[in-house]
């Protein structure tokens, strides 16, 4: 059973925390053996990490394609090996080497690009050069799950039933998805655009047919080049009426990319009724 002891000042700024008890050891303590009890039997942390992900149509090409795309257009260097070799991981980010490694025979096709997914978001925030990159492990787990399911969702396939397992089976600390929204809104919005660039490409979905205006109806990418085309108009126009009309479009566009992304991760959050909301005031105190 653990020790736990109230912390001195000099301990706190040791451990870098502002916790006032932690548990400093572990003790003996009687318990009765599982033969001398009777009833269901106990779950285990991997009971509740679902692995049933509805297999979608375009995932494998989506994910042929994104691997693809992380080798030749960026440093990360993405290479498959057989999943016994993983020992029951289903891939991993290596920081060292900036390479992601993915089980190549997982037969559930949403779960290997969800993996993807789960490695590029660790790239992304906990490199040799992220300022998160010390992090618990089980914050860095945390937010890149979350990336994973926001990305997913985007593609129109469910992983709450494996993410919320994930996330419940690493953040121990219910509130630590809300301190790390910020990192993960802006992750998801990445890994959105490119996947929607993707998909475009790939000639997985139709052409757009509604009116540019109607946003609601965009792509995450097509959302992007609408932003920034609004920002070199608003550079490059002298009229004071029509600049305060661009900024007008551009906090509209701004405002959907905010809201779609915000929407997906109170679902998030919602399916899982034990992980605090956030306060009404944002914490300040998380410090690295």
């Given at each position: ?13 040791h451990?870098?925390?502002?916790d006032e008890r932690?548990i ?8 009765f053996d ?11 942390a ?8 509805a ?9 042929n ?17 057989p ?15 900036n ?9 559930d096709n949403?779960?290997k690009l ?13 490199g040799?050069?992220s300022a ?6 089980a914050y ?5 799950e ?5 990305a997913?969702q ?6 709450s039933?494996?993410?919320l397992?994930y ?12 301190s790390a ?15 929607d660039?993707l998909i ?7 052409a ?10 965009l792509?995450?990418?097509d959302?992007?080049q609408?932003y920034q ?7 490059q126009?002298?009229?004071?009426q ?5 900024k ?5 566009v701004?405002?959907e990319?905010?809201d ?9 959050a919602?399916?899982n009724?034990?992980?605090k909301?956030p306060?009404?005031?944002p ?6």
């Amino acid at each position: 059973a653990p020790i736990i002891k109230k912390l001195t000042p000099a301990e706190q700024k040791h451990l870098d925390t502002t916790d006032e008890r932690a548990i400093v050891g572990y003790r003996y303590l009687p318990v009765f053996d599982v033969a001398q009890t009777s009833g269901e039997p106990v779950l285990s942390a991997k009971d509740f990490v679902k692995e049933n992900l509805a297999d979608h149509q375009n995932v494998t090409s989506l994910y042929n394609a994104f691997k693809y795309y992380l080798n030749q257009q960026t440093d990360l260097k993405v290479s498959e090996v057989p999943l016994a070799t993983l020992n029951g991981a289903k891939g991993y980010f290596q920081p060292s080497t900036n390479e992601i490694v993915i089980s190549g025979d997982e037969p559930d096709n949403a779960l290997k690009l969800k993996t993807l997914y789960h490695e590029y978001a660790h790239s992304q925030l906990h490199g040799l050069k992220s300022a998160f990159k010390d992090r618990p492990r089980a914050y860095q787990e945390t937010q890149a799950e979350a990336v994973a399911y926001v990305a997913m969702q985007n593609i129109g396939v469910d992983t709450s039933n494996y993410s919320l397992g994930y996330v419940a089976t690493w953040a121990k600390d219910k509130a630590v998805i809300h301190s790390a929204l910020s990192e993960i809104q802006q992750v998801s919005n990445k890994v959105i655009e490119l996947s929607d660039g993707l998909i475009k490409q790939l000639g997985l979905q139709e052409a757009q047919k509604e009116p540019e205006h109607d946003l609601k109806k965009l792509l995450a990418h097509d959302l992007n080049q609408s932003y920034q085309g609004l920002q070199q108009q608003i550079q490059q126009t002298t009229s004071p009426q029509q600049k305060a009309q661009l900024k007008n479009q551009l906090n509209d566009v701004h405002q959907e990319i905010s809201d779609r992304t915000q929407k997906q991760l109170k679902a998030f959050a919602k399916q899982n009724p034990e992980i605090k909301q956030p306060d009404s005031e944002p914490d300040q105190s998380l410090k690295r």
